[in-house]
């Protein structure tokens, strides 16, 4: 099996975006690390965009397994304005941050407030754009992204997968592991600052 290594960015000159205050309530699924590791081309791409897969591109989001958590319990929580209407917020939360074998799954609640519609998605949340989420390793200065099966990213779909205003909606997100030795990362989310020290449960 081709496997491609862990995307990640040289992080100097990395600057958090100044922005930032900080249907029904689906679960999303996480990915168990079996079946990812099953899947062709285990690694995502990096910033620019570029495959390591040939072939025409399918970026619909591959098929999870689905988990329970509790949206109440947050480890950390910033409610951002989102431009989405006027007045419009959008609260995220960090459940955990969790290594399983050589992934680690990131899951967050979000709950959008006064976003002008009963159900909306998170790139007009962000400003119509994808929210991009992203694990920045302050130790050995890499930024991780979103892994792929192939082409498919392992998250839910930023405009298909719709979550309820006002209502709490739980989201996994997978990415490579970091290296043993960081106990802690930052996690970008959207075009609001990041979450500093997030820990990693090993």
């Excluded at 970026?59 to 958590?69: D, F, G």
């Excluded at 989102?82 to 419009?88: E, V």
């Excluded at 779909?157 to 719709?162: A, G, L, P, R």
């Excluded at 970008?188 to 600052?193: K, L, P």
């Amino acid at each position: 099996m081709k496997r491609n290594f862990v995307p990640a960015i040289d992080l100097a000159g990395f600057r958090a975006s100044p922005r930032g205050h900080m249907h029904s309530a689906r679960k999303v699924a996480g990915v168990a690390t079996v079946a990812a590791l099953s899947l062709t081309g285990c690694g995502g791409g990096d910033d620019s965009g570029q495959q390591a897969d040939s072939g025409p591109a399918d970026t619909r989001p591959a098929k999870q397994v689905a988990v329970t958590a509790d949206p109440s319990k947050t480890i950390a929580r910033q409610t951002f304005n989102s431009p989405i209407f006027q007045g419009a917020t959008l609260e995220v939360g960090i459940i955990d941050l969790k290594v399983s074998g050589p992934l680690a799954h990131l899951t967050l609640v979000l709950t959008p407030r006064n976003a002008g519609s009963d159900m909306v998605n998170v790139y007009s949340l962000n400003g119509n754009s994808d929210p991009d989420v992203g694990l920045l390793d302050t130790v050995n200065l890499k930024r991780h992204k979103v892994v792929k099966a192939g082409n498919r990213p392992l998250q839910p779909h930023f405009i298909f997968d719709k979550i309820r205003n006002n209502q709490a909606t739980v989201q996994t997100y997978t990415f490579a592991a970091p290296p043993a030795n960081v106990r802690t990362v930052d996690v970008s989310f959207g075009q609001w600052a990041p979450f500093r020290s997030v820990p990693v449960t090993r």
